[in-house]
């Protein structure tokens, strides 16, 4: 590879590969996929994206190539970490919350037994999911919602065993609420710890209008998948510090016209600089999903497996 770059007259030099030292990636900080890095006009059809400064390592958290041992480590300057404004709230308006301080009304607020996002209504086998949605999965106590996925005795269109899970979700509900451009969402949630849980804040409309808020895989202790589907960006955000097995961390998401911004326990980790449309509104999905072992491990076992949510809230 440095022959190559070379060979093209990019100035990279001739160390020897085994001679280079990587700079280690900071704690707390995203590792972005490489087609995100969004250089690639700097060099036409060699290599597609690349980071502002040539070599490559890869990121020890993710496996993703992200750092350049001649040049920085893989963060962007202008978003070094815990530097980031806290949660946009100040002069909006809580405008929809749940504390889960009351038993869940079926269809009120929530709907328990469906959402469109799945193919079959109650299941999505094709999406890597073992889910069979059961409203019994999801119950309160206490303040907290409590998730719980078992093996369930449905067989999927796949031929695999169903587990039994919860999800909830504001489309048709009574109160129909969904989230628009400008709305910031907030959660506080603890992570599973069973392999296989797959839990997310999500949204879903008209077969799309997705952000996640958050997904959260166990064989990934320490990362959040975050995701804006409308303008095709996603990240790894990686902290060891604050995200982990049956930690309690608080998420929240923007959804701005121009980005669309994450933070975590009160700080901002990511703006993607793309937003959603100006009349962009969906509908909000707590759920816990039980993964099939395509992108992530399967439950090893049939040991229940947990997510829980202290509160969702919406500011306007």
């Given at each position: 590879?440095?022959?190559?770059?070379?060979?093209?007259?990019?100035?990279?030099?001739?160390?020897?590969?085994?001679?280079?030292?990587?700079?280690?990636?900071?704690?707390?900080?995203?590792?972005?996929?490489?087609?995100?890095?969004?250089?690639?006009?700097?060099?036409?059809?060699?290599?597609?994206?690349?980071?502002?400064?040539?070599?490559?390592?890869?990121?020890?958290?993710?496996?993703?190539?992200?750092?350049?041992?001649?040049?920085?480590?893989?963060?962007?300057?202008?978003?070094?970490?815990?530097?980031?404004?806290?949660?946009?709230?100040?002069?909006?308006?809580?405008?929809?919350?749940?504390?889960?301080?009351?038993?869940?009304?079926?269809?009120?607020?929530?709907?328990?037994?469906?959402?469109?996002?799945?193919?079959?209504?109650?299941?999505?086998?094709?999406?890597?999911?073992?889910?069979?949605?059961?409203?019994?999965?999801?119950?309160?106590?206490?303040?907290?919602?409590?998730?719980?996925?078992?093996?369930?005795?449905?067989?999927?269109?796949?031929?695999?065993?169903?587990?039994?899970?919860?999800?909830?979700?504001?489309?048709?509900?009574?109160?129909?609420?969904?989230?628009?451009?400008?709305?910031?969402?907030?959660?506080?949630?603890?992570?599973s710890t069973g392999l296989g849980a797959?839990?997310?804040?999500?949204?879903?409309?008209?077969?799309?209008?997705?952000?996640?808020?958050?997904?959260?895989?166990?064989?990934?202790?320490?990362?959040?998948?975050?995701?804006?589907?409308?303008?095709s960006t996603y990240r790894y955000h990686?902290?060891?510090?604050?995200?982990?097995?049956?930690?309690?961390?608080?998420?929240?998401?923007?959804?701005?016209?121009?980005?669309?911004?994450?933070?975590?326990?009160?700080?901002?980790?990511?703006?993607?600089?793309?937003?959603?449309?100006?009349?962009?509104?969906?509908?909000?999905?707590?759920?816990?999903?039980?993964?099939?072992?395509?992108?992530?491990?399967?439950?090893?076992?049939?040991?229940?497996?947990?997510?829980?949510?202290?509160?969702?809230?919406?500011?306007?």
């Amino acid at each position: 590879m440095v022959a190559t770059l070379t060979a093209l007259g990019l100035g990279i030099g001739s160390p020897a590969p085994s001679a280079l030292t990587l700079p280690p990636v900071p704690t707390g900080v995203y590792a972005p996929r490489p087609q995100d890095w969004g250089l690639g006009s700097q060099l036409p059809g060699l290599f597609g994206s690349l980071p502002g400064a040539l070599g490559c390592a890869n990121c020890p958290t993710t496996g993703w190539p992200v750092c350049f041992p001649f040049a920085r480590p893989c963060i962007p300057p202008e978003r070094p970490p815990g530097t980031k404004p806290g949660p946009p709230t100040d002069g909006h308006t809580l405008v929809w919350s749940d504390e889960f301080s009351a038993p869940l009304a079926p269809g009120a607020r929530w709907v328990a037994d469906r959402t469109s996002a799945y193919e079959f209504g109650n299941h999505n086998p094709k999406d890597d999911k073992l889910d069979w949605l059961n409203p019994a999965n999801v119950g309160v106590a206490d303040g907290i919602a409590t998730f719980t996925a078992r093996p369930g005795t449905h067989l999927l269109e796949n031929g695999r065993r169903s587990w039994d899970t919860g999800l909830l979700t504001t489309e048709g509900s009574t109160e129909g609420f969904r989230v628009r451009t400008g709305d910031y969402v907030e959660t506080r949630v603890q992570m599973s710890t069973g392999l296989g849980a797959w839990p997310a804040l999500w949204t879903w409309k008209d077969s799309g209008n997705e952000v996640d808020s958050f997904e959260y895989h166990p064989d990934h202790p320490a990362m959040l998948e975050l995701s804006n589907r409308v303008g095709s960006t996603y990240r790894y955000h990686t902290d060891p510090a604050a995200v982990a097995p049956g930690r309690w961390v608080t998420i929240g998401t923007r959804y701005g016209q121009d980005s669309v911004d994450w933070y975590l326990n009160g700080v901002r980790i990511h703006a993607d600089r793309k937003g959603v449309t100006p009349t962009w509104s969906s509908y909000l999905i707590l759920n816990l999903s039980v993964g099939a072992g395509r992108y992530h491990p399967a439950p090893p076992t049939g040991a229940p497996i947990e997510f829980k949510v202290d509160y969702v809230k919406v500011w306007r």
